[in-house]
C-alpha cells in the first residue's frame, strides 16, 4: 500500500510563515511530479506550486515570490516552505504525487493524495 503522509500546518498570524511536509511511503518505485494543492469550503481544488522530478517547480500567481516547493528524492519527500502568509492562504492543502509501485510482478502508476492539512492566517 502506497500513500502520502502530511505534516506541518496550524495558525498563524499574517507575515508568518509554516511549513508544510508530504513523505511518500510504501514500495515505491518512483516517483514523478509532486505538487501542493489547497482548498477552500465551497470551492475547487486549486494548485499552489509543483515540483517535476528533474527539479523544474511552478507556482501559482498569488503565491510566487512567497512560497518554495522542494523536494528530497531520497525521502521521496515534498516540503512546501510558505512566508509572508495572508489571510486569504487560509485553506487545506493537499500534497500530490505521481507513485510508481510493483504490484502483482507489474509496475502500476497512480495519482495519490494526502490526508490534507489545515493552514489558518489571521489577520
Known amino acids: 500500500q502506497v500513500q502520502l503522509v502530511e505534516s506541518g500546518g496550524g495558525s498563524v498570524q499574517a507575515g508568518g510563515s509554516l511549513r508544510l511536509s508530504c513523505a511518500a511511503s510504501g514500495s515505491i518505485s518512483s516517483i514523478g511530479d509532486m505538487g501542493w494543492y489547497r482548498q477552500i469550503p465551497g470551492k475547487q481544488r486549486e494548485l499552489v506550486a509543483v515540483i517535476t522530478a528533474g527539479g523544474s517547480t511552478n507556482y501559482a500567481d498569488s503565491v510566487q515570490g512567497r512560497f518554495t516547493i522542494s523536494r528530497d528524492n531520497a525521502k521521496s519527500t515534498v516540503i512546501l516552505q510558505m512566508n509572508s502568509l495572508k489571510p486569504e492562504d487560509t485553506a487545506v492543502y493537499y500534497c500530490?504525487?505521481?507513485?510508481?509501485?510493483?504490484?502483482?510482478?507489474?509496475?502500476?502508476?497512480?495519482?495519490?493524495w494526502g490526508q490534507g492539512t489545515q493552514v489558518t492566517v489571521s489577520s
Open positions: 500530490n504525487a505521481g507513485l510508481t509501485y510493483m504490484r502483482y510482478g507489474r509496475y502500476i502508476t497512480g495519482n495519490y
